[in-house]
C-alpha cells in the first residue's frame, strides 16, 4: 500500500463521516424514522441500498472463489434482476398496504401471532451466527490479504480488521439507524462499482482480452459430460449443479431472499410511497445484473491467469490453487497505487454496507417482532434506543462467534451454503399460499413454515452427521431411505421437492381449518383488494416502469443464451 492508496482510503473514510453526521442530525424520534428511515427514501436510495446490503462476503471471496473454481455455475443465483423485479410488480403492493415494520409482523397480519415468532425466530438466529459472522470473518480475511500484513502492534491483524469493521459499522448503524445505511450506500455504491469494474478491465488486459479467458477456461471440463467452465446450463447428470436442479433450486432461494426475507425488504418498506418503492426495485434489479461481471468473472480471469503463467494464485497446503483468494489477489497484485486504495474503499464499502444492513433488519426484528409486542404502549423515543441497545447485543454476539468462524472456517463456509437452501422452501411456501391464495388459513401458513424448519434442521443435521462418519454422497451401496432423501439426495433437487412439500402441507391443513375472515385480511391476498387499492397500486406505474423491466428481462435472456 503507497501513500496514494492510504490517501485515497482517507478521502473515502472523510465522505463517509460527512454523511454520517448528517443523517445523525435528522430528528429519529419513533421506530418508523429509525428502521425505515422516516419512510421517505427515493428509488435511488432504495436501490442503491438493495444492491449495496447484498453485495458482501459471500461475493468478495464466495462469488469470485466460485468462478475461480467452478466457473459460471453460480451465475443463476446472481443474474436474479428479475426476481427483484417480481418483488416490486407483485409483493411491494401487499406491503405497503399492509403497513407493517417486519416481514413476520406481515406474517401475523395474514396468519397468527405464532407465524409471526416463528419466523423472526428463525432471521434472528441465522442473521446472527451466518450472515453477520460469516461477513465479519470474510472481512478479516480479506484485509489482511489486500494490506499484507500479518500482524500489527503484536496483535494478529485479522483480529483488528475484523473488530475495526464492526465497531466502526456499528457505531453509525446505532446512531444513524436506516438512514444512515440507504444514504452510506448512495456513497458506497458507486466507489463499489466502479472499483470492481477497474479490476475487471486490468484483469482482462492483463490476460489478453475477453477470448483468451473463455478459450481457456473453456477447455477445462466440470464434469463426465463435457460441459466446461463458461457452461451455465450442464448436464441434469452434474453431482453439483445439475440444470434443471439450479434452476429450480436458484429460484427458490431467490424468492426467499429477494422477496420475502426481512435484509432486503425493509429497504423497499422504507419508500415514501409504491412508486419509489417499486421504482427502486427496478434501479436495484439493473445494479443486480453487474456482480457476474464485476466479481464472478474477475474470479475466472484469475484462474485463466494461474493457468497461464502457471503461478498467480496462492497455493493451499494441499498445493491446489487457492481458489477464495481470487479476488484479494487480483487487488494485491494488478493494480496500480492509487487505484489499489479505490478498491480497498469499495470492499470496505461493501463489507460495511451489509454489515449495517444486517445489524439494521436484525434490531428491528428484536425491537418490533418481541419488544413492543410485549409492550405495546412503550414510548415512541424508547423504541429507538430499545433497538440501539438490540444492535449492541448482535454486535457482541458477532465478535464473539468470529473465533467459532475461524477454527472451522472453509467447513462451515460450505454448511452455510446449504443453510439457505433448506431455511428458504418453507419460508417462501408460507408466503406464496399466504399472497397468492385466500382461502389459506392461519394454521395452514404457519404448518406450512414449521414443516419447512422441521425439514431443513433434520437435513442439516444428516449432512453434519453423514460427512462426520466420512461418508461421501453417492459412494454408498445401499443407503438407507433416510441417508438415500436427506443425505445423498442434490441440494438443489431438494430444495425444489422441499418448497413443494411445505406447499403441500399448507394447503391440507388449510382445507381442514377454519377459513380466514376475508375482512382481517383485504388487501392483504390477491383477490380481497379493495377498487381504491387497485387504482392506487395502478396509479403507481407508467409505461417506462414496463419498458426497463422490459430491458432487464431481456438482458438476463441475453445472458443465458450466451453462456447455454
Known amino acids: 500500500m503507497a501513500l496514494l492508496d492510504w490517501l485515497v482510503i482517507a478521502i473515502f473514510c472523510l465522505a463517509l463521516i460527512g454523511v454520517i453526521v448528517w443523517v445523525m442530525r435528522q430528528k429519529q424520534n419513533n421506530a418508523a424514522d429509525y428502521f425505515l428511515g422516516g419512510k421517505d427514501a427515493t428509488w435511488i436510495a432504495i436501490g442503491a441500498s438493495i444492491f449495496a446490503s447484498n453485495i458482501g462476503s459471500e461475493h468478495l471471496i464466495g462469488l469470485a472463489g466460485s468462478g475461480a473454481s467452478s466457473g459460471m455455475a453460480m451465475a443463476h443465483w446472481e443474474i436474479q434482476g428479475w426476481m427483484i423485479l417480481l418483488l416490486g410488480w407483485v409483493f411491494v403492493?401487499?406491503?405497503?398496504?399492509?403497513?407493517?415494520?417486519?416481514?413476520?409482523?406481515?406474517?401475523?397480519?395474514?396468519?397468527?401471532?405464532?407465524?409471526?415468532?416463528?419466523?423472526?425466530?428463525?432471521?434472528?438466529?441465522?442473521?446472527?451466527?451466518?450472515?453477520?459472522?460469516?461477513?465479519?470473518?470474510?472481512?478479516?480475511?480479506?484485509f489482511q490479504q489486500v494490506f499484507g500484513i500479518e500482524s500489527l502492534w503484536g496483535i494478529d491483524f485479522f483480529w483488528i480488521a475484523a473488530v475495526g469493521l464492526v465497531l466502526i459499522t456499528a457505531l453509525y448503524t446505532i446512531f444513524g439507524g436506516m438512514k444512515s445505511v440507504l444514504y452510506t450506500s448512495v456513497l458506497q455504491t458507486p466507489i463499489l462499482l466502479l472499483g470492481s469494474l477497474i479490476i475487471l478491465v486490468l484483469g482482462l488486459k492483463e490476460l489478453g482480452g475477453w477470448s483468451?479467458?473463455?478459450?481457456?477456461?473453456?477447455?477445462?471440463?466440470?464434469?463426465?459430460?463435457?460441459?466446461?467452465?463458461?457452461?451455465?446450463?450442464?448436464?441434469?447428470?452434474?453431482?453439483?449443479?445439475?440444470?434443471?436442479?439450479?434452476?429450480?433450486?436458484?429460484?427458490?432461494?431467490?424468492?426467499?431472499?429477494?422477496?420475502?426475507?426481512?435484509?432486503?425488504?425493509?429497504?423497499?418498506?422504507?419508500?415514501?410511497?409504491?412508486?419509489?418503492?417499486?421504482?427502486?426495485?427496478?434501479?436495484?434489479?439493473?445494479?443486480?445484473?453487474?456482480?457476474?461481471?464485476?466479481?464472478?468473472?474477475?474470479?475466472?480471469?484469475?484462474?485463466a491467469l494461474h493457468q497461464k503463467l502457471g503461478s498467480f494464485l496462492p497455493l493451499t497446503e494441499a498445493g491446489l490453487p487457492n481458489s477464495d483468494a481470487a479476488f484479494p489477489t487480483l487487488v494485491a497484485k494488478l493494480l496500480p497505487a492509487g487505484i489499489k486504495g479505490l478498491i480497498v474503499c469499495g470492499i470496505l464499502a461493501a463489507l460495511m454496507s451489509s454489515l449495517a444492513s444486517l445489524f439494521n433488519s436484525s434490531a428491528a426484528l428484536f425491537t418490533i417482532d418481541f419488544y413492543q409486542r410485549f409492550r405495546p404502549n412503550t414510548d415512541p423515543k424508547r423504541l429507538v434506543r430499545i433497538g440501539q441497545a438490540a444492535t449492541v447485543v448482535i454486535v457482541i454476539l458477532g465478535?464473539?462467534?468470529?473465533?467459532?468462524?475461524?477454527?472451522?472456517?472453509?467447513?462451515?463456509?460450505?454448511?452455510?451454503?446449504?443453510?439457505?437452501?433448506?431455511?428458504?422452501?418453507?419460508?417462501?411456501?408460507?408466503?406464496?399460499?399466504?399472497?397468492?391464495?385466500?382461502?389459506?388459513?392461519?394454521?395452514?401458513?404457519?404448518?406450512?413454515?414449521?414443516?419447512?424448519?422441521?425439514?431443513g434442521l433434520t437435513r442439516l443435521a444428516a449432512k453434519i452427521y453423514y460427512s462426520n462418519q466420512g461418508i461421501v454422497a453417492g459412494t454408498t451401496e445401499d443407503p438407507s431411505f433416510f441417508q438415500t432423501i436427506f443425505y445423498e439426495e442434490n441440494w438443489l433437487f431438494f430444495c425444489g421437492w422441499m418448497l413443494l412439500f411445505c406447499l403441500a402441507v399448507g394447503v391440507v391443513v388449510s382445507l381442514f381449518t377454519k377459513a380466514p375472515d376475508e375482512a382481517r385480511i383485504r388487501g392483504l391476498v390477491f383477490g380481497t383488494s379493495t377498487a381504491e387499492q387497485r387504482a392506487a397500486t395502478r396509479a403507481s406505474w407508467n409505461s417506462w416502469d414496463i419498458i426497463n423491466t422490459i430491458i432487464i428481462l431481456g438482458i438476463t435472456v441475453a445472458f443465458y443464451i450466451y453462456f447455454w
Open 212 to 303: 483468451e479467458m473463455m478459450r481457456i477456461c473453456s477447455e477445462v471440463k466440470v464434469n463426465e459430460a463435457g460441459d466446461s467452465m463458461v457452461n451455465l446450463i450442464r448436464d441434469n447428470g452434474d453431482p453439483q449443479y445439475p440444470w434443471l436442479g439450479a434452476l429450480i433450486g436458484s429460484a427458490v432461494i431467490g424468492f426467499w431472499y429477494w422477496c420475502t426475507d426481512q435484509f432486503i425488504v425493509q429497504r423497499v418498506l422504507s419508500g415514501k410511497d409504491e412508486r419509489e418503492a417499486r421504482r427502486g426495485t427496478i434501479f436495484g434489479a439493473y445494479l443486480k445484473l453487474l456482480p457476474v461481471f464485476l466479481f464472478l468473472i474477475p474470479g475466472m480471469i484469475a484462474f
Open 399 to 455: 465478535i464473539l462467534w468470529i473465533p467459532v468462524m475461524r477454527s472451522i472456517g472453509d467447513v462451515l463456509y460450505l454448511y452455510l451454503q446449504d443453510v439457505q437452501s433448506v431455511l428458504a422452501p418453507g419460508i417462501a411456501a408460507a408466503f406464496l399460499i399466504g399472497i397468492g391464495w385466500k382461502r389459506a388459513s392461519a394454521q395452514g401458513g404457519m404448518w406450512a413454515l414449521l414443516s419447512g424448519l422441521i425439514i
Open 93 to 142: 403492493p401487499f406491503y405497503t398496504r399492509s403497513m407493517v415494520y417486519t416481514m413476520p409482523e406481515f406474517l401475523e397480519r395474514r396468519f397468527n401471532p405464532q407465524s409471526r415468532t416463528i419466523l423472526a425466530t428463525i432471521s434472528l438466529i441465522s442473521y446472527v451466527l451466518t450472515k453477520v459472522a460469516v461477513t465479519v470473518y470474510a472481512g478479516g480475511l480479506v
